[in-house]
């Protein structure tokens, strides 16, 4: 079971900046995938970032340019550095961590409580 707590929300104005926190309950380097996804109110939980094990970084089309995600493996957390916010934005933020086992493998995936970011226009 892998336990993830989000922080760092908050409110913003347009332009401004953010950094959201996702801290693990165990070793980031056994979690194959962590990301970030956002749900805005009547819409569908949407991809923001991902990192891989290796370090690969995969960002929607929305935030490339402006949002970068990056962990740190003697934290066990992985962040997102949200710049030059829209209010188009604001949405629950959450962590998300996929771990794969066995071959072929199966999928483990696990989700934080979310972290509310809003930003005024």
């Known amino acids: 079971q892998v336990q993830l707590v989000e922080s760092g929300g908050g409110l913003v104005q347009a332009g401004g900046s953010l950094t959201l926190s996702c801290a693990a309950s165990?070793?980031?380097?056994?979690?194959?995938?962590m990301g970030w996804y956002r749900q805005a109110p009547g819409n569908q939980r949407e991809l923001v970032a991902t990192?891989?094990?290796?370090?690969?970084?995969n960002y929607a089309d929305f935030v490339k340019g402006r949002f970068t995600i990056s962990r740190d493996n003697a934290k066990n957390t992985v962040y997102l550095q949200m710049n030059t916010l829209k209010p188009e934005d604001t949405a629950v933020y959450y962590c998300?961590?996929?771990?794969?086992?066995?071959?072929?493998?199966?999928?483990?995936?696990?989700w934080g409580q979310g972290t509310k970011v809003t930003v005024s226009s």
């Open positions: 165990v070793s980031i380097f056994s979690i194959n995938y």
């Open positions: 998300n961590a996929v771990i794969l086992m066995g071959v072929p493998p199966l999928t483990r995936s696990y």
């Open positions: 990192i891989t094990s290796d370090g690969r970084l």
